[in-house]
């Protein structure tokens, strides 16, 4: 107990992890990563000596007990990692504990202590602060008994706790959701334990890394989304770790519409996120177009994702309202990127945005449906993919248009509402009004975060110039709700109606 | 007459360990009975010399490897296990070659 002190944490590089683990790894101690077969147990550990090696110049070693260090290398590769030219400059050092391919006799006693030596030696003669065995359970099946090894791997790991090395040890688990490792080796080898997980839901993968434990320390709890890039590497999502402390704007932005601008109070907020809600054909992508149109008429940057039409589709709409978009994108003003959602996961959906706008850096964010994300993965997949998307672009200051297509033409909730209308900042409504046999289209701001607006709910019309919002609709109930009912009006105002005075 | 004559072995022991000096006993005993003093043993302290025990791979000690003839092979352990070298190394108990099971467990 005399020799624990709080440990220091070192960043690992990879993306995310310093977030969910709160600051990185304990220095010099074991974290074990747990996984399935397949779950990137041995991806994380390459890029953990990666990446501490090219942004942080350590020097690592690797102890591969499972795959053939060619393969490795091989393996790495296509992500732009080039472990040969990292063992050549002295930075990495392999340390070969493949099984052999005609096995090995056994006679008697034995223990690992060839491996422990070849550890220290590296250690000693190459200087290096990180350490990776891939994997231990290899250990299990090459030796034997199990007491033995077990003895073996704490013997190696107090040794290279013992050396100040910060160490990634890899077991393999069977099931997703049961032991923690397939020979319990847990409980003396770490003082971190991560599980990585892939799990198949609704015919998705999904992968999730958890820090199960950190001895002595805190961290995020909980299953985090993330991917494997194949340039890139691992992105760990830290959604639900995100906090609320983005800034407040107090520049406002035109909708493209001066009307709507004054329903609005004047405007957008500049890193506000804002919701469009409305039946199939209501206006919300004419709204959207406008609001992208708007921008880039002032010389900002949009960029708009499509997930229901295609670009050719979206260049001709937007033609016939008289909206250049495919002059814009020339200018490098506009970018349109149209995709079915079922292209990919929903965490490759999100870091796929973060990345366009981490590089394009819009002033404007458009995507035109949410709702359409909504059929490709689970509800809570969905919300963390709102939260992760929406707390990104609020830290990011791009106003955002999302638009949500209801259920039924009346109105009605969708899955996107329930989870999203509490985080964005302004919620616009679009819905059908049926009066006197007549179907017209109606227009509300319902929450506009900071800010007075408009309490009416308005005619709203399209034509080819564009969308209008005309005069506050009188004598009618429940339009929102998707039920209008008409009270009585006067004789004079249904007669003004009628012939539309 | 046999190969057994020209056979090379190494022998990894880690320092002064028990395990190391059983093995090595072990070995001496078994090739004076079986091969009577046609081997060559070379020991090599991991301690001393790990860059030749990252060359073998030796991950288990003590470990011996048969560096000639080829195919080089290697058993891990103090050779305690006489009657599995036996059968190893394709003798009967009394140390005669057996024949036509020699490459039965390779």
Redesign the interface.
Known sequence: MSKIKDPTKIPTGIEGLEHITMGGLPEGRVCMVSGSSGSGKTILAVEYLVRGITRHGRRGIFVTMEERVEDIIQNVRKMGWDLDALVASGHLKFIDAAPEPFGIEKSGAYDLSGLLIQIQHAVETTGAQMLVMDSIGSLFDQFGPASTIRREIFRITSAVKDMGVTAIVTAEREEEYGPISRHGVEEFVSDTVIILRNVLKDEKCRRTIQVLKMRGDTHFKGEYPFTINAQTGISILPLSARELKQSSSTTRISFGSPDLDAMAGGGLFQDSIFLVSGPTGGGKTLLATTFAAEGCSHGERVLLLAYEESRAQLLRNAQSWGMDFRKWEEDGLLKVICQYPEAMGLEDHLLMIQREIETFRPKRLIMDSVSAMERVAPVRFFREFVIGLTSFAKQEEVCSLFTSTTPKLSGGDSITEAHISTITDAILLLRYVEINGIIRRGIAVIKMRGSQHDKQIREFSIDSQGLHVGKPFTNVQNIILGIPSATQPSESEQLADMFDV | MNDWGKQRFRL?V?GE?L?GK??MF?FRQFHKRFFDGEVELEVVD??QN??Q??KD???????LVRVFPP?S??????????A??RT?FGLDKDGFDKEGEEDS??
């Open positions: 990894f880690v360990s395990s059983r093995a072990n991991i301690l790990p860059e025990a990252e791979r030796i991950i288990a000690a003590p470990a195919p092979f290697k058993i891990i352990g103090d050779l305690t296990d006489t599995h070298l190893f467990h390779v």
